[in-house]
Every structure is written in C-alpha cells, then in structure tokens.
C-alpha cells in the first residue's frame, strides 16, 4: 500500500520561505513520478509541479514559476518543495502526488493527506 506522508507546512509572513516534504513508502519509488498539487476551499484541487522519476525534467504552474523548486532524493525516497518569496494567495492545503509511471504525463495515482501552508500579508 503506498502511503505518502507531508510535513512542513506552517505560517509564514508574505516573502518568507518554506520547505514541504513528502516521504514515500509501499513502491519503489525512484521508479515514479512525483509532484504537488494545492486546493483552497470551495476550489478545485490544482497542479503546482511534478517530477519525473530521475529529477531530469520538471513541470511547474505559471504561478509558481522563479519562485518554487520541486527536487527528489531517490535514496531517501522523499520529494521536495521549497517555496520562496510565498505570497498570500498561495495559502492553500498542499498535497504530495505520487503519479502512475515514471514520466510527468501519467496520471495522479497517490494522494498524500495533505499539509496546511498560510502565508500573511
């Protein structure tokens, strides 16, 4: 059974910094794909950034774009993401995907439970 398990989240003043973690189990998981998503209430869920199973090649939201880095340490089998120059409207639940393949372009198939990010003005 594959679990994923964030931490990390917290508040943080507007222009602050944080780093999410997302430790996986129950597969191989320098085999997947991994990436994030977020959801604030009363929205959909949406893509932030995936990774491909080596790290070679990572997709990121305009939104986020020059500001987050999604990163994966194989050996630790934990995915990053470290968030800088936050702004208040990336408040939101943060959660850890883990996709189907190796590749970006599968399918969200893991959902972690979820880690709470405020940022304050």
């Known amino acids: 059974q594959v679990q994923l398990v964030e931490s990390g989240g917290g508040l943080v003043q507007a222009g602050g910094s944080l780093r999410l973690s997302c430790a996986a189990s129950?597969?191989?998981?320098?085999?997947?794909?991994m990436g994030w998503f977020r959801q604030t209430p009363g929205k959909e869920r949406e893509f932030v950034v995936a990774?491909?199973?080596?790290?070679?090649?990572?997709n990121y939201a305009d939104s986020v774009k020059g500001r987050f880095t999604i990163s994966r340490d194989n050996a630790k089998n934990t995915v990053y993401l470290q968030m800088n120059s936050l702004k208040p409207e990336d408040t939101a639940v943060y959660y850890c995907?883990?996709?189907?393949?190796?590749?970006?372009?599968?399918?969200?198939?893991?959902w972690g439970q979820g880690t709470q990010v405020t940022v304050s003005s």
């Open positions: 990774i491909d199973w080596s790290g070679g090649r990572t």
């Open positions: 995907a883990g996709y189907s393949g190796s590749s970006i372009f599968t399918r969200v198939s893991n």
């Open positions: 129950g597969r191989p998981f320098s085999a997947y794909a």
